[in-house]
């Protein structure tokens, strides 16, 4: 059984750089054919899609965050990572990792983490 878990500052203030870890356990990063995503919902709005990291490390991000972002591989096999910089209040959300079977395109997930909240303010 594949598992996510998100882990990250909580709060942040803005102009600031976070940075979460997803964790896997029953996979890795590197191992199949597998992309790894960041999601985040604000509150308000649906799902917006945030960018991903495939098994050999090629990386895709929104046009709109690519700016800001950066992911990345953790420093062990079963963890990648996600970094915005200069964040705003609008950046307030619950960020999700997830897995992109092989296959699918970067907006289909077979496995998520239950998230962790991000609130930018001061």
């Known amino acids: 059984q594949v598992q996510l878990q998100e882990s990250g500052p909580g709060l942040v203030k803005p102009s600031q750089t976070f940075s979460l870890t997803c964790t896997l356990s029953g996979s890795s990063v590197t191992t199949g054919y597998f992309y790894w995503a960041w999601i985040r919902q604000t509150p308000g709005k649906g799902l917006e899609w945030i960018g991903s990291?495939?098994?050999?490390?090629?990386?895709n991000y929104s046009p709109t965050l690519k700016e800001r972002t950066s992911i990345a591989g953790g420093t062990s096999k079963n963890q990648f990572t996600l970094k915005m910089s200069s964040v705003r209040p609008e950046d307030t959300a619950v960020y999700y990792c997830?897995?992109?079977?092989?296959?699918?395109?970067?907006?289909?997930?077979?496995?998520w983490g239950r998230g962790a909240q991000i609130t930018v303010s001061s």
């Open positions: 990291i495939s098994y050999d490390g090629r990386t």
């Open positions: 997830a897995r992109v079977p092989p296959g699918k395109g970067l907006g289909s997930f077979d496995y």
